[in-house]
């Protein structure tokens, strides 16, 4: 069972940035595959960026892309998640996941999930 913790999250203004951190431990990574998705209220989840533990290819999702960026160390198993130029609809829970293709449908055969942080971007 892989454990994901995330921290970073908070409160910025429009413009702003945050960068939000994943830290993951357990046992082995059948999966090689690290992602970030968010919830808004009253949405469904949605796939922001993914990488591979592997290489360093990268995968966004055209809201957020050339404003985000996605990161890991393999050594220390992290996850980060640099956000820049944030915007009011940034506003979710983000949620960082261990699957299996890294990429928009990494998690449609399941994924590993952390328990989310809050980022809030006021206008």
Do not use: H
């Amino acid at each position: 069972q892989v454990q994901l913790v995330e921290a970073g999250g908070g409160l910025v203004q429009a413009g702003g940035s945050l960068r939000l951190s994943c830290a993951a431990s357990g046992r082995a990574f059948g999966f090689y595959a690290m992602g970030w998705f968010r919830q808004a209220p009253g949405k469904e989840r949605e796939f922001v960026a993914a990488t591979w533990w592997t290489n360093s290819n990268t995968y966004y999702a055209d809201s957020v892309k050339d404003r985000f960026t996605i990161s890991s160390d393999n050594a220390k198993k992290m996850l980060y998640l640099q956000m820049n130029s944030l915007k009011p609809e940034d506003t979710a829970v983000y949620y960082c996941a261990n699957g299996g293709v890294a990429g928009p449908s990494m998690c449609s055969r399941g994924c590993s999930w952390g328990q989310g942080t809050q980022v809030t971007v006021s206008s």
